[in-house]
C-alpha cells in the first residue's frame, strides 16, 4: 500500500475523531484489530472494542482533538506524533469531570494489512501528566537542582 494513501487513512480517522464521528474513524478498521493503550495497559480487540475505547476518550473530552501532526511513513506502518488537547467534561473512568484542559504529547503507531486495513494500533502517552494536569494527582516538588 503506497504511503500516501496510508497517510489520506489516518488523516481522515483523526479528523473523524476529532469531529466525534466514531463510526468513520473506525471505517478502516479490520474486524480483528488489536489496539493497546500502553499508558493503562488495555488491549482492545476487534472493531466494535476499538471504536468504544475512542468513544470513552470522546465522552471524557468532548472536544479532544489532535494537534500538530506529524508522520513517519516505515513500510507497512505508520507513525504518528500529535498533542492531544480536550477539556474533561466527562468522567475519565471512574474519575470525575474537573473541567479542566489538557494537553500532552502522543505517538500512535498503525500497521496495515494486505487488504489497506488498520490491523494493529498502539498508543503512547504521558498518563501521570493527563492525571495531574487534571488535578487527580498532585504536582511532584521539583527535587534540588
Known sequence: MMGS???????EH???????DMERAARFF?????????????????AGQVQAALSEWK???????????AHIDA???MVFRSVGR???????GDLPPTGRTVSFPVCEVWEFDGDGRIARG?????QLSVLTQLGHVPAAEPVGL
Open 59 to 69: 465522552r471524557s473530552f468532548s472536544d479532544a482533538r489532535h494537534t500538530d501532526l
Open 30 to 46: 479490520s474486524k480483528t484489530i488489536t489496539y493497546k493503550d500502553q499508558a493503562r495497559g488495555l488491549t482492545f480487540t476487534g
Open 5 to 11: 494513501r496510508k497517510l489520506e487513512i489516518l488523516q
Open 14 to 20: 483523526y479528523e473523524a475523531f476529532d469531529r466525534g
Open 75 to 77: 513500510g507497512d506502518s
Open 122 to 126: 498502539e498508543v503512547y502517552y504521558d
Open 86 to 92: 480536550g477539556t474533561n467534561d466527562g468522567p475519565l
